[in-house]
C-alpha cells in the first residue's frame, strides 16, 4: 500500500448496503407477484419491465461515493 493511503470502509459498506437493498426489493418482488400475476398479460408487461429495471437506479450513486466519497459527479 501507498504510504498515506488508508483502506477506506466505504466499499464493504457499499457492498453490504447494495446487497441488502436487494434483498429488500427481491421479498417485494414477490411479495406483489400473485397480485400483479392476476393482471391481464398486457398490462403484466409494464409492471414487471418496470421492476426489473428499477433496482438498477439507485446503485450508480451508490458505486460513485463507493470510489470517490461523493454521491454526484461535480460539474
Known sequence: MARGMTPSLRRPFGILGLL?????YALGAVWI???VAALHPLIQLPVWLLL???WVIPFRPVLLWMETGRWRLSR
Open 20 to 24: 441488502l437493498f436487494l434483498f429488500v
Open 33 to 35: 407477484a400473485e397480485p
Open 52 to 54: 426489473g429495471l428499477a
